[in-house]
């Protein structure tokens, strides 16, 4: 299993930014597949989730209505458009997929700062 992240950097409070992740090695339309976030000194947190076919998403309330999952089975790739950036966003971002184990990517930083 091989999960690689892109897209992260230092973006301004309010402004976008959407993330990627490709994946490999595994049964990806069969996958339900997780962004996390961990910011420095917090534990790494649940931000949302999507259904191995794309119709069932879930977010936590604090990004509720700001951020968006989505996945193209054809390509093999699941996003993760974040909106209205808050200083609170900033984190280093992975991809999730459960299988025998949590798989993960080495993560993107996400930097929200003026």
């Known amino acids: 299993v091989q999960l690689v992240e892109s897209g992260g950097g230092l973006v301004q409070p309010g402004r976008s930014l959407r993330l990627s992740c490709a994946a490999s090695?595994?049964?990806?339309?069969?996958?339900?597949m997780n962004w996390y976030r961990q910011a420095p000194g917090k534990e790494r947190e649940l931000v949302a989730t999507?259904?191995?076919?794309?119709?069932?998403?879930l977010y936590p309330d604090f990004v509720k209505g700001r951020f968006t999952i989505s996945r193209d089975n054809a390509k093999n790739t699941v996003s993760l458009q974040m909106n209205s950036l808050e200083h609170e966003d900033t984190a280093v971002y992975f991809c999730?997929?459960?299988?025998?184990?949590?798989?993960w990517g080495q993560g993107t930083q996400v930097t929200v700062s003026s």
């Open positions: 999507i259904s191995s076919d794309g119709g069932s998403t």
């Open positions: 999730n997929t459960k299988g025998w184990r949590d798989y």
């Open positions: 090695g595994f049964t990806f339309s069969r996958s339900t």
